[in-house]
């Protein structure tokens, strides 16, 4: 059934944005929160197990001891207090991907809380209140077989539990105000931000793509300049930059229409389908104590000496602003220039497309134009596109040295995107190479004035600009692959 939506603008006339943002950020420990199982991506179905992340019994959990590090650093990053002592709870809950019927979490004592940090959208500064980091840790994998891709409806089910007991760090906003129309845009931001801080700290590699950054998105809508919190949703699962901020849109034109028809917001789950672009209902939002949290008895408390705390922190890398700010400077990109790259989610891909040797000004033009322009008819993020930093400055390096222009340039980029190969490959598969050669390009540039007797007497009467028309040509009969400088050289020496 579809749901009603209020138009976009009439939301924001009438009704102010609350968001609470959940990420969950899978780490890239070699082994699992609570055992030595290896946490491979892509290994086949249920060969990462053990007694311990199968949850057989009288198997004993072992604190992974990296990832408590990389929480700490994580919390120190977004300028959270580390606690001087937190504990495991055991969250229970029975489904198929939990195969001990709890999830070993943290509670009411998290590792990390009372936190900020600040994102830009279009030139404004939002500050997002952060309300604790926790570890945890991932369930496993369950795949319903049927029409629906979902358990209602399924066939069967299938549950793959190498993802179980990978280490996992959830990171809580507290509710996000003031946002207003720029509430999808700043959802987007932060969880962008976030991809960024984290990549930066070398915890995870947090793609998106295969699910080891999820983003759940809470809304709620109260009545405009009320100050009031609504009642909220939680779209969960949200798995790309793209779709956060769809799913903020979509709920609160979802939430307005039923407000605005009389009707009350149940506070639910919804599931985000990427492909339609809507939100569907789950079910009714549990509460803490439907999870009968209790101290987990198997493990002894965390408790990081402050001196550790401490010589994590010294070595945090660059800050994210302070970071921005110097790369700004150091490619000389003005303010509107730096803002859309950060605002496009490249910042990062152009700074390692600049490491890998290309000019900060080509590697923003191909991110932010082309690439950006596919990403965009994909309907997937800049980052998830199949092409990599190394790539572009590849292709930037055979334009500059003449052998590619920018349109055989973007042939490239098409053989980069169906996986034929790099670009040095593509090119000779292809045969975009320019032509550079003067007989081949004599006697295109022959049969043009040939061609365009007119155009060639404007040439000879001192029109230079006229040579345009007839590079074109030349350019046409060699399928864009022409040196169009040498092409011009040409003209005018045959014309005088």
Same mark, same amino acid.
């Given at each position: 059934?579809?749901?009603?939506?209020?138009?976009?603008?009439?939301?924001?006339a009438a009704y102010d944005p609350a968001l609470g943002l959940e990420v969950h950020v899978e780490l890239n420990t070699a082994s699992k929160m609570f055992c030595g199982c290896p946490t491979t991506f892509g290994a086949e179905p249920n060969t990462q197990v053990c007694p311990t992340c199968l949850g057989l019994p009288g198997a004993m959990p072992v604190v992974n001891g990296t990832a408590v590090e990389s929480a700490a650093r994580i919390g120190l990053a977004l300028n959270c207090h580390i606690a001087e002592w937190c504990r495991f709870a055991r969250k229970n809950y029975f489904y198929p991907d939990m195969p001990k019927n709890f999830q070993t979490s943290q509670y009411d004592e998290p590792i990390a809380y009372d936190g900020w940090t600040e994102v830009e959208v279009d030139g404004e500064t939002f500050r997002i209140e952060i309300e604790r980091a926790h570890m945890e840790e991932d369930t496993g994998k369950s795949t319903h077989v049927g029409s629906t891709g979902r358990i209602h409806g399924a066939d069967y089910s299938l549950v793959d539990y190498n993802r179980a007991g990978i280490p996992l760090i959830e990171i809580v906003t507290k509710?996000?105000? !003031?946002?207003?129309?720029?509430?999808?845009?700043?959802?987007?931001?932060?969880?962008?931000?976030?991809?960024?801080?984290?990549?930066?700290?070398?915890?995870?590699?947090? %793609?998106?793509?295969?699910?080891?950054?999820?983003?759940?998105?809470?809304?709620?809508?109260?009545?405009r300049g009320?100050?009031?919190?609504?009642?909220?949703?939680?779209?969960k699962n949200v798995n790309s930059l793209r779709s956060v901020e769809r799913a903020v849109r979509y709920e609160m034109q979802r939430h307005a229409a039923v407000l605005a028809a009389g009707g009350a917001v149940l506070q639910e789950t919804r599931h985000w389908h990427e492909d339609t672009g809507v939100t569907t209902s789950g079910r009714e939002k549990s509460d803490a104590e439907d999870y009968r949290y209790f101290p987990e008895p198997d493990l002894v408390p965390v408790a990081p000496s402050r001196e550790w705390v401490e010589r994590l922190r010294a070595e945090l890398p660059e800050p994210p602003r302070e970071r921005r700010g110097r790369l700004q400077a150091e490619w000389g990109f003005s303010d509107l220039e730096m803002r859309d790259t950060?605002?496009?989610?490249?910042?990062?891909?152009?700074?390692?497309?600049?490491?890998?040797?290309?000019?900060?000004?080509?590697?923003?033009?191909?991110?932010?134009?082309?690439?950006?322009?596919?990403?965009?008819?994909? !309907?997937?993020?800049?980052?998830?596109?199949?092409?990599?930093?190394?790539? *572009?400055?590849?292709?930037?390096?055979? *334009?500059?040295?003449?052998?590619?222009?920018?349109?055989?340039?973007?042939?490239?980029?098409?053989?980069?995107?169906?996986?034929?190969?790099?670009?040095?490959?593509?090119?000779?598969? %292809?045969?975009?190479? $320019? *032509?550079?050669?003067?007989?081949?390009? !004599?006697?295109?540039?022959?049969?043009? $004035?040939?061609?365009?007797?007119?155009?060639?007497?404007? $040439?000879?009467?001192?029109? *230079?600009?006229?040579?345009?028309?007839?590079?074109?040509?030349?350019?046409?009969?060699? %399928?864009?692959?022409?040196?169009?400088?040498?092409? %011009?050289?040409?003209?005018?020496?045959?014309?005088?």
């Open positions: 059934m579809t749901e009603m939506l209020l138009p976009y603008d009439d939301v924001l509710p996000v105000l !003031g946002t207003g129309a720029k509430a999808p845009l700043v959802a987007k931001a932060y969880v962008a931000h976030l991809r960024e801080l984290l990549l930066e700290l070398g915890v995870s590699d947090v %793609r998106m793509d295969q699910g080891s950054l999820r983003c759940d998105v809470n809304l709620s809508l109260s009545p009320s100050g009031a919190l609504g009642i909220r949703t939680e779209t950060v605002g496009a989610g490249a910042l990062l891909l152009v700074e390692q497309t600049v490491a890998a040797g290309a000019t900060p000004q080509a590697a923003r033009k191909w991110w932010l134009s082309d690439l950006a322009r596919r990403a965009n008819d994909s !309907g997937v993020d800049l980052s998830e596109l199949p092409v990599t930093p190394g790539q *572009v400055a590849q292709v930037q390096a055979l *334009v500059e040295d003449g052998s590619l222009n920018d349109k055989l340039a973007r042939q490239v980029f098409d053989g980069l995107l169906a996986g034929e190969g790099s670009p040095e490959e593509i090119v000779a598969a %292809r045969g975009l190479a $320019i *032509v550079s050669d003067d007989d081949a390009l !004599g006697a295109a540039v022959d049969r043009a $004035i040939a061609a365009h007797p007119d155009v060639a007497a404007k $040439i000879r009467d001192g029109k *230079v600009a006229a040579a345009g028309a007839l590079i074109g040509a030349v350019m046409k009969q060699m %399928r864009g692959q022409a040196d169009a400088a040498r092409v %011009r050289e040409l003209i005018l020496e045959r014309l005088g």
